[in-house]
T-cell receptor, first 113, second 116 residues
């Protein structure tokens, strides 16, 4: 079982470039999430999608956009990358509901020069 | 506002020692859910346990145990007879029950190193 698949695993961008991080899950989950992980700060929620067709801002949405393409796929776009967006990005999915554990992808390590 | 505090940034113990990771949370909700996740050196996040606010019974799973105390707003995690494979970053997390999704607030994590 693939679970949650993120692509790419690593990426280096120059300031001002755009980039889309892809995420797909094969668990038939309704909800999907994008986080960033920075040293000493844990995971912070960027955007989430409670169900297909809906997206909502999380704690740190500025500089990002998302698209819930279908039930399986949830992409994260950086329109004009900035060095402050250097981070490890994780996608996750869960069944619908506040009590559901999330299942995470392996992460994308993104560096902005 | 909801908040999760993991005051222990790093812990290092010798193999076979017992170790407790502290988690303190803040919420105004009467219904909420708490989680622990493990992030080994390979980087993926692994779900360990979920606890709802109405169930204060402690849970044990092999060498792992969790102590939930509403009176002190704590949800601590103990590893008994630690092993090198337990080395990881451990995150405590709290859910927002008013969200239709599993919107989770993570603590900053505790890096646990088990020395052979």
């Amino acid at each position: 079982n693939a679970g949650v698949t993120q692509t790419p695993k690593f990426q280096v961008l120059k300031t001002g470039q755009s980039m889309t991080l892809q995420c797909a899950q094969d668990m038939n989950h309704n909800s999907m999430y994008w986080y960033r992980q920075d040293p000493g700060m844990g995971l912070r929620l960027i955007y989430y999608s409670a169900s297909e067709g809906t997206t909502d801002k999380g704690e740190v949405p500025n500089g990002y956009n998302v698209s819930r393409l279908n039930k399986r796929e949830f992409s994260l776009r950086l329109e004009s990358a900035a060095p402050s967006q250097t981070s490890v990005y994780f996608c996750a999915s869960s069944e619908r509901g506040a009590n559901q554990p999330q299942h995470f992808g392996d992460g994308t390590r993104l560096s902005i020069l | 506002a909801q908040k999760v505090t993991q005051a222990q940034t790093e812990i290092s113990v010798v193999e076979k020692e017992d170790v407790t990771l502290d988690c303190v949370y803040e919420t105004r909700d009467t219904t909420y859910y708490l989680f622990w996740y493990k992030q080994p050196p390979s980087g993926e996040l692994v779900f360990l346990i979920r606890r709802n606010s109405f169930d204060e019974q402690n849970e044990i799973s092999g060498r792992y145990s969790w102590n939930f105390q509403k009176s002190t707003s704590s949800f601590n995690f103990t590893i008994t007879a630690s092993q090198v494979v337990d080395s990881a970053v451990y995150f405590c997390a709290l859910s927002d029950v008013y969200s239709s999704a599993s919107k989770i607030i993570f603590g900053s994590g505790t890096r646990l190193s088990i020395r052979p």
